[in-house]
């Protein structure tokens, strides 16, 4: 096998749960092939470089090989290479989030209810 669809081999190499998920994500545009955005019935080879958006991450790796089936993290970490400059952007990203986390990334159910607005006015001090 000397290619594959890319939302296969998104899946295979564990960057999306699903394949749907990773159907969606190229369609968004969140992977980008070479800089360029891509269908999800674009093919991948070994040696594509790849942009990919996951949240807040940004991974860039090299294809390293091909798999249909999707195995354990050791044997997805094995399909592809990340940049040294990836990784550590990466990595300052989430010291940083470590730091000072956004405060929007705690709002879970979206708008405050009344009680919720009647609790922090009372923390507020304006009853």
Do not use: C
Not at 79 to 92: G, W
């Amino acid at each position: 096998m000397d290619s594959m669809r890319i939302d296969k081999w998104l899946w295979a190499a564990r960057f999306f749960k699903t394949r749907s998920i990773a159907q969606d994500e190229v369609s968004l545009g969140r992977v980008l092939l070479a800089g360029a955005r891509i269908k999800p019935s674009r093919d991948v080879r070994v040696g594509d470089r790849l942009e990919i958006h996951r949240g807040p991450e940004v991974f860039v790796v090299y294809v390293e090989g091909l798999s249909n089936q999707r195995g354990p993290a050791s044997q997805a970490q094995a399909l592809y290479r990340e940049t040294e400059e990836s990784r550590l952007a990466r990595e300052k990203m989430k010291a940083q989030r470590e730091i000072a986390a956004e405060p929007a990334s705690f709002i879970k159910r979206g708008r405050p209810t009344k009680k919720d607005g009647r609790l922090l006015r009372r923390w507020q001090g304006d009853f």
